[in-house]
């Protein structure tokens, strides 16, 4: 066995060498690295063949780990673009280390994007009014009395809990697929009936060694990894609720309160029943979240420690990030029936024109990563940002110049022929592709990213550049390169692209510095396009996944709004804004009152910044006491 933390629990520092007969070396592709699902595949594969197979991370050196363990191959933490070591040896090394091979070329199964589209029930809106339903507060262990045979019931808990869970697979396989491999990890298991044997009771057993391990994932360095505590703790507490002969009550008719949300009762609540759902933990990735949306409920995370007596009346909004306790009623009542108005007279209106009451015509557009967000979109004007790397990020080898093509098309078909602008490779920091692997940088977000990471690899943007160029020549397409720092990279992106033959032409202003000189960036181009997450990460010093600091990184912090400003007055071209920002729509009609011409969102919002643009009077905006604001709050208050 290898190393073990304090309660017994194997973890990733170390493991077993075992010395392996052959060896291949493959690549994590996944966005959020080996985590609780991919790692689930892998165990699952690797444990179908006659052999035993190792893990070691080559760019860390952790390892080698069993490779038949979920708990030591997902606490191996290994991120994406991380080179991995597969060790085998056994009568069947040869072809385990061929379908690892395989499974790693596939994204270990990860190139489906998780979310799924709304099941009716939910009402998709951004508030909720309820009483709060309290949950998630744990198992109560006091009353439990130890048989004989301990063994034998942590048996049949878990038989119990695989049948729950895997009746729960036929609606969301893929996560359910990991608690059912975090439920039979056999190393796991192994320090429980260590435990047990040793006079422990088997729910104080069960409970020691998950709490353990949850921790385990609790230290991770990565914030994706450290929120598959989460998942840790469902699987504990489902087998401990069966051991102490606890039934669940799936929640009804409120909103349910919970420390965190698990992926479990996600996917059992009743969405035409169900309020809403309050998050005391921050975090938008967990497993459960991402069900909860997928299903339309209405959900706020990051409530933190609010005191919330079971029934109290509780509202939250979602939009504004806040939630009352004892509210009153009257006025929130109102507040979501102008919401549910709002949203369907938007998308009844979804096609006219956003006119501002002060005869302004904003464009607003929609923000594509794959075909189908431009199938969905209502009302868009076009696309202001298609995002390459992701439209092709499922990829073990770069696009060839015609699959492009096909793809550009599809996008232009969907949107009626509308403009579609296209951004260059943005690669790098958060978003590596598994076809141009990068050299580990000690802080990605400030090294090679965009247009920097192609001055040394050129053919893949002179391929895409070709792709754009004939897909402009039979529709309206626009260019733009990303993280553009210098007015060198401008002139080296602009003599890559050669003749224009008509197309536009902009740049991506997401850090400080292209913003205070973009009178001198912006001199041979058509447009520049504001990113504004990037921009206000930048600005802050805050990355907005950290929820340490996430709170700084606020779009409509004044020094944000300054730099965005100095863009528009100073740039001598049309600005464009393509970060969240735009999809806020009281933050759309500042964008628009500072001079912002053309904004594009994200699909579902595009209705409604065009509805609240309509009902503006860009003249009426003090722009002026927003700049000079004291912080974001401030600012808010005065949209």
Known sequence: MGKQDHLGVATAESAPVVAADRAVEVVVGNEH???????????????????????????????????????????????????????????????????????????????????????????????????AVLAGAGVELGGYVAGDNEIGRLDGALATAGDQLRELGDVHGEIFAAHLALLSDRK?????????????????????????????????????????????????????????????EAPTDGILVVPE???????????????????????????????????????????????????VVVFFDARTGSFEVAPDEDRVRATITEREGERARAIADAEQPATTRDGRTIDVLVNVGVVQDAVDARGADGSGLVRTEVLFGDRRTAPTVDEQVDAFRAIARALGGRPITIRTWDIGGDKPLPFLPQDREANPFLGERGLRV??????????????????????????????????????????????????????????????????????????VSIGTNDLTQYTTAADRTNAAVAPLADGLDPAVLQLIDHVVRNAGVRVAVCGDLASDPQAAVLLAALGVTELSAVGPQVPLVKAQLRQSDLGRVDTAAVLAARDAAQVRGLL
């Open 33 to 131: 690295g080996l985590h609780a699902r991919p790692a689930a595949r892998l165990v699952g594969l690797v444990n179908g063949f006659d052999a035993v197979v190792t893990l070691t991370d080559l760019d860390t050196g952790k390892g080698p780990v069993d490779a038949s363990s979920l708990s030591m191959v997902a606490t191996l933490n290994a991120q994406q673009g991380h080179r991995l070591r597969v060790g085998a040896s056994g009568t069947e090394a040869e072809a385990v280390l061929a379908a690892v091979e395989n499974l790693a070329a596939e994204n270990f199964g990860d190139a489906v994007v998780e979310t799924t589209v709304p099941s009716p029930g939910g009402s998709g809106l951004d508030v909720a009014l309820g009483p």
């Open 188 to 248: 796991v298991l192994d320090d429980v009936r260590t435990a047990i044997s040793g006079g422990q009771p088997a729910p104080m057993a069960w409970k020691q060694v998950y709490d353990g391990l949850a921790a385990t994932f609790e230290g991770l360095d990565d914030a994706y990894q450290r929120e598959r505590a989460q998942d840790v703790r469902a699987v504990r507490d489902r087998v401990l609720r069966l051991l102490v002969g606890v039934t669940e």
């Open 261 to 311: 949300l698990d992926a479990a009762t996600a996917a059992t609540l009743d969405a035409t029943r169900i309020a809403g759902i309050a998050v005391r933990a921050a975090g938008t990735t967990g497993h459960g979240v991402i069900v909860a949306r997928s299903r339309g409920i209405p959900l706020i995370t990051g409530i933190g420690d609010v005191d919330v007596p079971p029934g």
């Open 454 to 527: 192609f001055r040394r690899r050129p053919e893949l943007f002179r391929d895409q550049l070709e792709a754009v160029r004939r897909t402009a020549a039979e529709t309206p397409v626009h260019v733009m390169f990303p993280m553009v720092t210098t007015a060198d990279e401008v002139a080296w992106a602009l003599q890559e692209l050669g003749p224009r033959d008509g197309l536009e032409v902009g740049i991506m202003v997401e850090v400080p510095a292209a913003a205070l000189r973009v009178s001198t960036l912006a001199k041979d181009l058509d447009f």
